[in-house]
């Protein structure tokens, strides 16, 4: 089994930053891609960003260039920097954690609103 623990998120006004932040622990093993996903109000869940162990990371269109995913393997925490931030980026931000190679289910987190609004 492995824990997902999310800090981070709230209100920011649009063009501001924001980080988040992904702790994981128990079976860390078990997993080798960690990442975000976000849920919007009447809208299914989408990728944000994932990043394998060795440091591969891969991005949704809609937030190239402005949201960076890093990964901490000593401390097993991910981080999503969101820079320029847009009213449409608002949403519940959900981390997650799996195994690519394998059929298991992702872990998911408890998620976190991001709010971007003046």
């Known amino acids: 089994q492995v824990q997902l623990v999310e800090s981070g998120g709230g209100l920011v006004q649009p063009g501001g930053s924001m980080r988040l932040s992904c702790a994981a622990s128990?079976?860390?093993?078990?997993?080798?891609?960690m990442g975000w996903f976000r849920q919007a109000p009447g809208k299914q869940r989408e990728l944000v960003a994932v990043?394998?162990?060795?440091?591969?990371?891969n991005y949704a269109d809609s937030v190239k260039g402005r949201f960076t995913i890093s990964g901490d393997n000593a401390k097993n925490t991910v981080y999503l920097q969101m820079n320029s931030l847009k009213p449409e980026d608002t949403a519940v931000y959900y981390c997650?954690?799996?195994?690519?190679?394998?059929?298991?289910?992702?872990?998911w987190g408890q998620g976190t609103q991001v709010t971007v609004s003046s």
């Open positions: 990043i394998s162990r060795s440091g591969t990371a």
């Open positions: 997650t954690g799996y195994d690519a190679g394998s059929s298991s289910s992702p872990t």
């Open positions: 128990g079976n860390i093993f078990s997993i080798n891609i």
